[in-house]
């Protein structure tokens, strides 16, 4: 009951795994996800291991040795030596001790999706038969409550979706069409001014509600666009760049505009993002940089990126590298050109522009 009372699919999996350490009294518990492919493990809940240990370990299991006995063979597996089974390969670096092992298959609707792992019952025995029956019991139940879980995420992920398209209706008819009254009547003044002073003061800002109602649009498009957690290019490009922040040694500016995620497909979003990182790493290890800024854009000509620092220019960037020749050869296998120049006011400009296939 407490297992399928859980919505969440993480929660879930955590406490599956602690229901089953309770259950029959093991030390320590895990329970491994399957990958897509069903030959591996994607994810490893465990139980009887704190922080500390876990990142002593460090690598997560795949799925190999011992463990990948269940993905093989996905029934029951019950041993009260688990080293001395033929598949067993050994415990990592900082890998605590164990010996007694129990494991059970989780199959949901009909397909595999993971294992429960039990080592070391706590009284120093081995596991029993009634032990198998009870885990084999609780992987039954916990199919059930991963099931609900899932539907419940789905649910979500469908209302999520009906929000987002209200917000965006909301900006639209409302919030822009305000903007653009506000935009006319300010121009309207600027034809009644006389003062040079209010003049620029008041097209200044009529500029900045036309670069405010470009910002909103590319919501509105993100919105109407939704994506699956992780495939977001936005992210993709702001996870780049804070890696690159560690050889930097600052973060650099990132601006979006236009419908990036919808945009832009995910052949592309490798191309991009490939050329980002190799921007960054080119700008930390040769231009003795301060400050960096990338801006993407897409529009009806397609994709732009331009990369800036205000290093000491192009003269310090081999040319002859392959990390530029790379850069190149992905915008003309896109269709697009790519270029580095000097920067007005100092540093180096990287400017790389493709087309979309929709635009």
Known sequence: MAVGAELDLPAALQRIVDAAVDLVDAGYGALGVLDESGNSLAEFVTAGLDDEH??????????????????IHPEPLRLPELTEHASSAGFPPNHPPMHSFLGVPIVVRGKPFGNLYLCDKADGDVFTDIDEELVVALASAA?????????????????????????????????????????????????????????ARLESAVDDLDRTVRDIRSVIFELHAPRLPGN?????????????????????????????DSAVTEETAEHLLAVIREALSNVARHARASRAELRVRTDDEGLTLTVEDDGIGPAGLDSGGRGVDNMSTRARRLGGTSSITPRDGGGTLLRWEIPLPHC
């Open 232 to 260: 977001s290019v936005r992210q993709g490009v702001l996870d780049v760049c804070s890696e690159a922040s560690r050889t930097l040694g600052f973060d650099p500016t990132v601006h979006f505009d236009g419908p990036i």
């Open 54 to 71: 876990r990142r002593a370990i460090g690598e997560l299991p795949k799925g190999r040795g011992l463990l990948g006995e269940l993905i």
């Open 143 to 199: 199919a059930v409550a991963i099931d609900n879980a899932r539907l419940h995420g789905r649910v979500a992920d469908l209302a999520l979706f009906e929000d987002r398209e209200r917000i965006a209706r909301d900006l639209h008819d409302t919030v822009i069409q305000r903007l653009f009254a506000v935009g006319l009547g300010l121009q309207a003044s600027v034809r009644l001014s006389d003062d040079p002073a209010l003049t």
